[in-house]
């Protein structure tokens, strides 16, 4: 089974972009970021077309996530419990039928945090915080959960091409790492670092400065895995090529392969 996250940067602009790596790749679960969409706007058609399910969850101009699935979605939960006032959509949650048993796929969109000194930040913390509780509930029911998504975060200096120029970004600081490093010790698994040591291994080239040619990357999309899951991690990718294409988005899939085979 392969499960991919992807940062698309507004689904209506990077459409043509994102049929033709379903088709490529062929991911079985998807999970989308930056739609940029209220859910009745999203291009659902081309997708179903190549046989997934789709669920959303959409905000105007700003934010937004969806799964497509190629197995049937038996439960699709918006939004991240732990604040009633948080509106953003950000987080959504499903699960899918096994052989045995069940896989939950959460989406999430973590906040930016930037600038660090407004109440950017505080609030991306917070939602760190909430992250970890939702975690901390589904691992007590020993079943494969996998967190997908852009989480905003620089895991260490391995994961950037200059860590000094982001010393000070939301994305980069302390706070922001222990938090992430706080999620994997509660038993999730980093499955890029499973699988490789290396470094250079991006996932985001900004629109600026010629970073894409320069190669002046860093990774902030992750899929971290609970024991169930990890413990059928085959392999990981990252499909670099795509940032090449003509208007893409700064983000570029990453995907796993899981040992896990659909109802």
């Not at 222990?178 to 250079?200: H, I, K």
């Not at 629109?207 to 002046?216: I, R, S, V």
Request: hydrophobic letters at 40%.
């Amino acid at each position: 089974m392969r499960i991919a996250t992807w940062n698309v940067n507004s689904v209506r602009q990077r459409l043509d972009h994102l049929v033709t790596w379903l088709r490529d790749c062929s991911p079985d679960i998807v999970c989308l970021q930056e739609i940029k969409c209220l859910d009745e706007a999203f291009p659902r058609e081309p997708i179903e077309a190549l046989g997934y399910n789709v669920v959303t969850h959409g905000q105007k101009t700003f934010n937004g996530v969806a799964l497509l699935s190629k197995y049937p979605l038996e439960e699709a939960t918006p939004r991240l419990a732990g604040d009633d006032e948080d509106l953003h959509a950000r987080f959504i949650e499903g699960v899918v039928s096994l052989k045995s048993g069940v896989v939950r796929v959460a989406c999430l969109y973590l906040p930016n945090g930037n600038p660090v000194d407004t109440e950017k930040y505080p609030y991306k913390l917070k939602w760190m915080s909430r992250l970890q509780e939702f975690t901390r509930m589904r691992l007590k029911t020993e079943e494969p959960l996998i967190l997908a998504g852009d989480f905003n975060v620089i895991p260490a200096a391995a994961d950037a091409y200059n860590p000094a120029a982001w010393i000070n970004d939301a994305l980069f600081k302390p706070e922001t790492r222990a938090s992430f490093q706080s999620l994997l010790g509660l038993g999730m698994t980093d499955a890029l670092r499973a699988v490789t040591d290396e470094p250079g291994q991006y996932t985001f080239w900004d629109y600026q400065a010629g970073a894409w040619q320069k190669n002046w990357g860093i990774r902030i999309d992750h899929l971290l895995l609970s024991p169930q899951a990890s413990d059928k991690l085959v392999d990981v990718g990252i499909d670099k090529y795509v940032r090449a294409w003509e208007k893409p988005s700064d983000h570029v899939p990453v995907w796993v392969d899981l040992d896990l085979e659909a109802a």
